[in-house]
């Protein structure tokens, strides 16, 4: 298994600790931006995934929010027959991901600089196997909720990426943004959920955040989703 603390020291980011959160502007869609700041991802509608994956094969994964990509890194490993695909706002993370990826000669992953509000246009229909949505910004103030990278309509998208019988992970040190995440789950009668007890291995790599929280001794909450129809 690759060791992510050993990537880090080979290639040192360039910042000792990524800022937390960048612009506002960042977490809204590029369709309620008035005035497109020059260092906003642009919407994406295709990806020819030949330029993207060794294989030219679209991805089977997809990590929203990878950060820096330990989670990503990890799971290529794992699963070297599947193909994973990270989104990310921040653009230093991509940056640094996209080096350890082409340092480190791993092949089926890869990473796009995104904002998942935008959609998910550029991904089949029915191809994705599997969706991580792992220890998002919680955005905990109402007035900000908004910010959130999942919301009705982004699960909807999810849900028509996804395969019958395709899983979405969800994990969140807030209790209120699990429940956001149950409320959001009930409004599709196309997919079952179960919480994940705290505590229980549910056998995927650790993600940085979820070990900080590890070490802080904070719970956590799980979600696995399945489209059933
Ligand atoms: C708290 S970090 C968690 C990173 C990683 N999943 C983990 O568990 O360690 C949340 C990540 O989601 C990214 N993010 C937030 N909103 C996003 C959006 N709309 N589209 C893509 N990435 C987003 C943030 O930049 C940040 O890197």
């Known amino acids: 298994m690759i060791d992510f603390v050993e990537l880090t020291k080979k290639y040192p980011f360039p910042e000792k600790r990524p800022r937390h959160h960048i612009a506002p502007y960042f977490y809204v869609p590029f369709s309620s931006l008035k005035v497109v700041p020059e260092n906003y991802p642009r919407p994406i509608s295709e990806i020819n995934w030949s330029e993207v994956f060794v294989n030219s094969k679209s ?11 330990k989670f ?17 706002i ?11 990826i082409l340092g480190e000669r791993i092949e089926n992953a890869a990473v796009v600089w995104y904002n998942v509000l935008n959609g998910l246009n550029f991904i089949e229909n029915e191809s994705l196997e599997a969706v991580f949505y792992l220890f998002p910004d919680p955005w905990p ?10 919301n009705k309509d982004v699960l909807f998208d999810i849900l028509s990426k996804l395969i019958i019988g ?43 955040k979820e070990f900080s929280c590890i070490r802080r001794g904070k719970p956590y909450f799980r979600i696995i989703a399945e489209k059933i129809r």
């Open 90 to 100: 921040r653009k230093n993370c991509v940056d640094w991901l996209k080096e350890v």
């Open 59 to 69: 991805p089977n994964f997809l990590d929203i929010g990878c950060g820096r990509g």
């Open 72 to 88: 990503l890194i990890e799971m290529a490993y794992i699963f070297p027959d599947k193909n994973i695909l990270g989104l990310e």
């Open 141 to 150: 103030k109402s007035r900000h909720t908004k910010r959130r990278a999942m």
């Open 166 to 208: 395709g899983k979405i992970y969800f994990a969140t040190d807030l209790e209120v943004v699990h429940y956001y995440h149950i409320e959001l789950l009930q409004m599709f009668n196309s997919i079952r959920f179960d919480e994940i007890p705290h505590g229980f291995d549910w056998n995927l790599p650790k993600t940085n």
